[in-house]
Nanobody, 124 residues
């Protein structure tokens, strides 16, 4: 069973930055494609950004393009999300997710493992 621990959330002013991390317990981390989702109060969980097994393929939601950057360090079984120019509408609980396939998808049902979530709050 793969365990994912996400961290790095917090309170930041609009225009600020945060860096989220997702650490995996699985030594086969490099065989999994990864993604970040987020869920705001009263809304469905939505795809933010994804990265393929070796980082060669990236997928960004429209809201993340130009502001967020996903990366991974397979040697450390860790994924990162650098978030810049944050807006109040980015406020949500952010979840990392993993699936044992090469291709990144934006479908929540395609992911097998989830982190516990980390809260991001952006004040105006």
């Amino acid at each position: 069973q793969v365990q994912l621990v996400d961290s790095g959330g917090g309170l930041v002013q609009a225009g600020g930055s945060l860096r989220l991390s997702c650490a995996a317990s699985e030594h086969t981390f490099s065989s999994m494609s990864m993604a970040w989702f987020r869920q705001a109060p009263g809304k469905e969980r939505e795809f933010v950004v994804g990265i393929s097994q070796r980082g060669g393929r990236l997928e960004y939601s429209e809201s993340a393009k130009g502001r967020f950057t996903i990366s991974r360090d397979n040697a450390k079984s860790t994924m990162f999300l650098q978030m810049n120019s944050l807006k109040p509408e980015d406020s949500a609980v952010y979840y990392c997710a993993a699936r044992r396939f090469y291709y990144v998808t934006d479908d929540i049902l395609d992911y097998d493992y989830w982190g516990q979530g980390t809260q991001v709050t952006v004040s105006s």
